[in-house]
């Protein structure tokens, strides 16, 4: 559209092709209702026009909106960033396109936090957070949940990462490396008790000391960082720790050199998710792959299932992790 120039919009579509507003709008839904002639005449008034329709009104006006809404926990918390990339790859096939709405930004909102998503009409709803008690969840509206959460949903789809393997996966590693004394720092939801349980798992079965510290339910580099500096000052002999996601190993590193501890000489981190973060050059660390690119495929999957058949049993679905060694990790200093 050439600068300046106003948009043009459905009357400005209707009044060139010599037809009412509603049949363009029938014309735009794809209605098998409207005369050859008349179809022709919309399509080059839209062309001519550079017409791009509004989704949000098509919805309002009883089309689709061709949009999945997806709410995620915290956009300072990359993890997603896999997830989406596979979910909009899965979805492209079939026109969808993704919404985000982050639960953290929009705490403030006293109102359910899926109200945006419904006024708009989405195809679908992904949720890649915890469910809350303000959410309501339309019947007619398919609700797949995005990795593993502590509240469920009746008759939502699940696809997600078996993160009790995953722990377990990296508290092997360590114990194979010669450590004795290792930690894990964690928050809350689903997946963080899963992992809590994948850790203790991994400690019992080697006859090692527990040492689980949570300070509340985040899990940003700075609880990150809070926790670590918690646990070092409770055991100062931990020579590993599995932090709970790769935002709150950084806080790791953190709470390690303000403590005098060289990663990974004197202390080894493991990080979980294997976010963009965890492969930059200044950080290189060792954490484990949830596979969240696989699970946004697997989501877009089961959105795509679900609106084909509404009616269909809830599917879930377990991927297993991998372990990813990169340069935060080492043995043990007194192995």
Not at 148 to 164: E, H, L, Q, W, Y
Not at 282 to 293: E, G, I, M, P
């Amino acid at each position: 559209m050439a600068a300046g120039r106003r948009r043009a919009t459905i009357y400005d579509v209707a009044q060139a092709a010599g037809v009412s507003k509603s049949l363009v709008s029938l014309v735009l839904r794809g209605s098998p209702s409207v005369s050859a002639p008349r179809r022709a005449a919309v399509l080059a008034a839209i062309k001519e026009l550079d017409y791009r329709p509004s989704h949000a009104a098509a919805a309002l006006a009883g089309g689709t909106s061709q949009t999945v809404g997806v709410v995620i926990d915290d956009y300072t918390n990359v993890w997603f960033v896999e997830l989406l990339r596979g979910l909009q790859e899965g979805l492209a096939s079939a026109g969808l396109r993704i919404a985000v709405s982050d639960r953290t930004l929009n705490a403030h909102v006293e109102s359910d936090p899926l109200e945006g998503f419904l006024s708009t009409r989405v195809e679908a709803l992904v949720l890649a957070t915890e469910p809350t008690p303000a959410m309501r969840f339309p019947s007619q509206i398919p609700v797949i949940i995005a990795g593993n959460r502590a509240t469920k949903v009746p008759g939502a789809d699940i696809a997600a990462s078996d993160d009790r393997l995953g722990a377990k996966r990296a508290v092997e590693h360590l114990i194979s490396l010669g450590h004795r004394n290792i930690g894990h720092i964690a928050g809350g939801g689903g997946s963080s008790q899963l992992r809590i349980m994948g850790y203790r798992d991994a400690i019992e079965s080697a006859g090692l000391a527990e040492h689980v510290v949570t300070l509340g339910e985040l899990t940003t580099e700075h609880s990150g960082y809070l926790c670590a500096m918690e646990l070092l000052r409770r055991s100062p002999e931990t020579t590993a720790i599995l932090a709970g996601n790769d935002s709150m190993a950084m806080g790791s590193l953190a709470a390690a050199r303000e403590n005098g501890l060289r990663v990974p000489e004197d202390l080894s981190i493991v990080g979980y998710d294997n976010s963009p973060l965890a492969d930059t050059q200044l950080l290189r660390l060792t954490t484990v792959d949830s596979r969240n690119y696989a699970v946004g495929l697997h989501v877009a999957e089961q959105v795509l299932s679900r609106l084909a058949d509404p009616e269909r049993a809830p599917q879930v679905v377990s991927l297993e992790p991998a372990l990813v060694e990169r340069g935060t990790c080492a043995s043990a200093r007194d192995a």
